[in-house]
């Protein structure tokens, strides 16, 4: 049974940080593109950022230099440190794990909220 488990989301003022992380059990994990998404209320799901298993990392433009996403293959764990948070980061974030090759094995968390505002 594959488990991705989130955690560390939280409420936090504008201008502060917030490190999320994903547990990841019943896949072999290193061999998996490891991503985080977002969704706002009323919007769709969007990409936030990607790290492949040959450690290529893509993020969306507006979190670029502040957000920094990272694993450790030995814990099969991801992380996404955001830093300097604007209130337009509010949103539910899940942790992703898609395989390079094989789009079916697609994987999803449940999700954490992060709630930036004053």
């Known amino acids: 049974q594959v488990q991705l488990v989130e955690s560390g989301g939280g409420l936090v003022q504008p201008g502060g940080s917030l490190r999320l992380s994903c547990a990841v059990s019943g896949i072999i994990f290193s061999s998996y593109r490891m991503g985080w998404y977002r969704q706002a209320p009323g919007k769709q799901r969007e990409f936030v950022a990607a790290?492949?298993?040959?450690?290529?990392?893509n993020y969306r433009d507006s979190v670029k230099g502040r957000f920094t996403i990272s694993r450790d293959n030995a814990k099969n764990t991801v992380s996404l440190q955001m830093n300097s948070l604007k209130p337009e980061d509010t949103a539910v974030y899940y942790c992703n794990a898609r395989h390079p090759l094989y789009g079916r094995y697609d994987y999803w968390g449940q999700g954490t909220q992060v709630t930036v505002s004053s």
């Open positions: 790290l492949t298993s040959g450690s290529s990392i």
